[in-house]
């Protein structure tokens, strides 16, 4: 084979490899991705100045933004993230544009009226570039928590692991126990199905999740008592008793230990993710189950 010929291939190939990363690049971002940098009203790019998430699904564009143990989840993005190019839409020159896609990352434009942001351009274009498979430490538990099911499978050495529904609170245990009772007689069961995410708990060895928007530390046996913060006194422990295995009564002392009251908490067995219903909040035509989290 001659010098020429082999450049001549050699040509061939890289052009081949072009063309192949660069259809790479126009994929529909899908998943979970974190904010890396963005390119500031200075036209500067520089770190990610916010502990910031983008969920991209194909039936709606949910925000996750940390804020050191806090957490929330909003809809700030009416737009269904499909890859647009970097190009203006030709009707619309000021929607948001999606390129340098794939599975891996992506970057969004969109058009900023600030006026005075610290970060943000006043009326004129705002870049972010996005990445998957990073989260910051705060961010990874909130994570874990929003995006999979409850175990199918109970720790029999530490039962308080799991998914819990706060049902109700009651200001005497008493009461708790005549609830249950009721419920029992009645022959009714409590649908998780319908659950509202700000009163699910989600709860690790190390860590309680609570899905309204907080990470909590979380020491406990697993079975019957748990604190949130390390060295607690024992006199100010949440204390657990288990009226069925899957119902238990939670102590939540106030007004410095004078008065008791008794969350009553429901195991959820439910395969519905968090976020799924968070999602559902914002497309109520479309079940929980069908999107796919």
Not at 12 to 21: K, P
Not at 216 to 225: E, M, N, P, V
Request: proline share 4%; net charge negative.
């Amino acid at each position: 084979m001659t010098a020429i010929m082999k450049r001549i291939i050699i040509s061939i190939l890289s052009i081949a490899i072009t063309l192949v990363s660069a259809m790479a690049q126009t994929e529909n971002p899908r998943g979970v991705y974190k904010m890396k940098s963005l390119i500031d009203k200075t036209g500067l790019e520089i770190n990610a100045p916010f502990d910031q998430y983008k969920i991209c699904t194909d039936s709606i564009t949910l925000m996750v933004s940390v804020n050191g143990t806090s957490f929330s989840v909003g809809r700030n993005d009416s737009d269904i993230y499909n890859y647009t190019g970097e190009e203006p839409d030709a009707e619309n020159p000021k929607k948001i544009r999606i390129f340098d896609s794939n599975t891996e990352h992506f970057t969004l434009k969109w058009w900023s009226s600030y006026s005075s942001h610290m970060y943000f351009p006043a009326n004129d274009w705002c870049t972010e570039k996005y990445v998957a498979n990073s989260y910051s430490e705060v961010g990874k538990i909130a994570f874990d928590a929003l995006m999979n099911p409850a175990a199918t499978e109970v720790d029999k050495n530490a039962p308080i692991y799991g998914s819990w529904h706060i049902v109700e609170t009651f200001d005497d245990f008493v009461d708790a126990k005549k609830y249950v009772k009721e419920l029992k007689k009645s022959d009714k069961n409590i649908d998780d199905s319908t659950v509202k995410p700000g009163e699910i708990l989600v709860i690790s060895s190390e860590h309680m999740v609570s899905i309204g928007g907080r990470v909590y530390d979380f020491f406990s046996d697993g079975k019957t008592y748990f604190h949130n913060v390390k060295n607690t006194p024992a006199a100010e422990w949440h204390k657990i008793t288990w009226l069925t295995p899957d119902l238990i009564a939670v102590s939540i002392t106030r007004n410095n230990g004078r008065f008791t009251d008794y969350e009553l908490w429901h195991r959820i067995k439910s395969d519905i993710t968090p976020i799924s219903r968070i999602a559902h909040n914002y497309l109520s035509v479309v079940t929980p189950s069908r999107l796919g989290f």
